[in-house]
């Protein structure tokens, strides 16, 4: 078998559903995985299409573009599993080419910094060997501390009584609800 083919066949098992770039989605099942997939999931996509950035005058950072915010939306859950707190931003306006300005779909990026880069070199291995070396560079060298916790408790005020759940998930063990 050709490795085309191979390829395709791995598409099909692993039930990955061909979508446009502003359409795919990571799937339930993978999402609600162990956290060795999620290591995995998260190493195929920094190091595919991720940026370790270290000129940003912002401070150091990791950068994952995408046209599919659902992708990112996805993936930044998967990374508040780890303790990882990114955002995402609409990235600037349609490319200008050749003097015309283009009409391209909406590209978002997901980035982190500061303590999130720590937890994450702490966690994730980079297979992409430049963007590798970029993280042991940050690990021995950079200045990893500030994060993206935007959230504070203004107040606690009662609110009356209500029924309370605990939740158990068998297959993982974890619970992942946009951080909390």
Request: proline fraction near 3%; avoid cysteine; aromatic fraction near 10%.
């Amino acid at each position: 078998q050709s490795s085309k083919n191979g390829l395709a066949a791995f598409v099909k098992f692993a039930q990955l559903i061909p979508a446009l770039s502003y359409e795919k989605v990571i799937p339930d099942y993978i999402v609600n995985s162990n956290e060795e997939v999620l290591i995995g999931l998260l190493d195929g996509l920094f190091s595919t299409a991720g940026n370790v950035n270290l000129t940003s005058k912002n401070g150091y950072q990791i950068r994952l573009g995408s046209t599919s915010l659902e992708l990112l939306q996805q993936t930044r859950r998967i990374l508040l599993y780890f303790g990882i707190h990114a955002s995402i931003h609409e990235s600037a306006a349609s490319p200008i080419i050749q003097g015309r300005k283009i009409n391209a779909k909406r590209k978002y990026v997901l980035m982190f910094y500061g303590q999130s880069i720590k937890r994450f070199i702490e966690r994730i291995k980079l297979s992409h060997p430049d963007k590798q070396i970029k993280i042991e560079y940050l690990k021995q060298w950079g200045s990893l501390h500030g994060n993206l916790w935007r959230t504070k408790i203004k107040s606690i005020e009662p609110a009356g009584e209500a029924d309370v759940y605990d939740l158990f998930e068998p297959v993982s063990d974890s619970w992942i609800t946009d951080g909390y």
